[in-house]
């Protein structure tokens, strides 16, 4: 059974950073190509970020710069380091294994002075 945890969400102040993790399991985490999305409230979700099993990394054009994926392979976690964080950042963050359909809770982020 496919599962998702995300974690690290929180209140921060514009600027600030902020380091989400995901907790994968019921698939070949090893290789699969993983992303992030978000949905900001009253939008429809998002792609924020992919990486590839050989460690290649795309993002959408608004984060560009300011968000860095990553993925421990041996626990099976993926990462989003966010940086420079911006009100617009504010949504529930979300990973997936690309081009399924199961869902985590996700974790809010909320970008805030």
């Known amino acids: 059974q496919v599962q998702y945890v995300e974690s690290g969400g929180g209140l921060v102040q514009p600027g600030g950073s902020l380091r989400l993790s995901c907790a994968a399991s019921?698939?070949?985490?090893?290789?699969?190509?993983m992303t992030w999305h978000r949905q900001a409230p009253g939008k429809a979700r998002e792609w924020v970020a992919t990486?590839?099993?050989?460690?290649?990394?795309f993002y959408t054009d608004s984060v560009k710069g300011r968000f860095t994926i990553s993925r421990d392979n041996a626990n099976g976690t993926l990462f989003l380091q966010m940086n420079s964080l911006k009100p617009e950042d504010t949504a529930v963050y979300y990973c997936?294994?690309?081009?399924?359909?199961?869902w985590g809770q996700g974790t809010q982020v909320t970008v805030s002075s």
């Open positions: 019921g698939f070949s985490f090893t290789s699969a190509i």
């Open positions: 990486m590839f099993p050989a460690g290649r990394t």
């Open positions: 997936q294994e690309a081009d399924t359909t199961t």
